[in-house]
Nanobody, 126 residues
Framework: QVQLVESGGGLVQPGGSLRLSCVAS????????ITWFRQAPGKEREVFAC????????YSTDAVKGRFTLSRDNTKSTVYLQMRSLKPEDTAVYYC???????????????????WGPGTQVAVSP
């Protein structure tokens, strides 16, 4: 059974940092790109970053560029999202996702996804 599970969320002050994890099971994550989304209260889900499969190339939108970085440890079937300089507007539920045939982050902002985690809550507040 394919599963993605996020963890590492919590409450942090503005300017602080958090590292989220996305653990995959039921498939060989080495061969899959992983994309991160977030959904803030009352807003639509927003895609913001992707890491490709074996090469680990990363892509991100302007909303997080320079503050969020992606990495992966395929030996642990885990993708990490390191978030720095957090702002109140980063408050959201964060999700990781992937899909069949998704290797290189091609069209990651628009393509459909087959596998989703349940999400982890991040709150940025004084």
């Amino acid at each position: 059974q394919v599963q993605l599970v996020e963890s590492g969320g919590g409450l942090v002050q503005p300017g602080g940092s958090l590292r989220l994890s996305c653990v995959a099971s039921g498939f060989t994550v080495d061969y899959y790109a992983i994309t991160w989304f977030r959904q803030a209260p009352g807003k639509e889900r927003e895609v913001f970053a992707c890491i490709s499969s074996t090469e680990g190339r990363t892509y991100s939108t302007d909303a997080v560029k320079g503050r969020f970085t992606l990495s992966r440890d395929n030996t642990k079937s885990t993708v990490y999202l390191q978030m720095r300089s957090l702002k109140p507007e980063d408050t959201a539920v964060y999700y990781c996702a992937s899909g069949v045939g998704f290797y290189y982050c091609a069209n990651y902002t628009t393509r459909p996804y087959d596998f989703w985690g349940p999400g982890t809550q991040v709150a940025v507040s004084p």
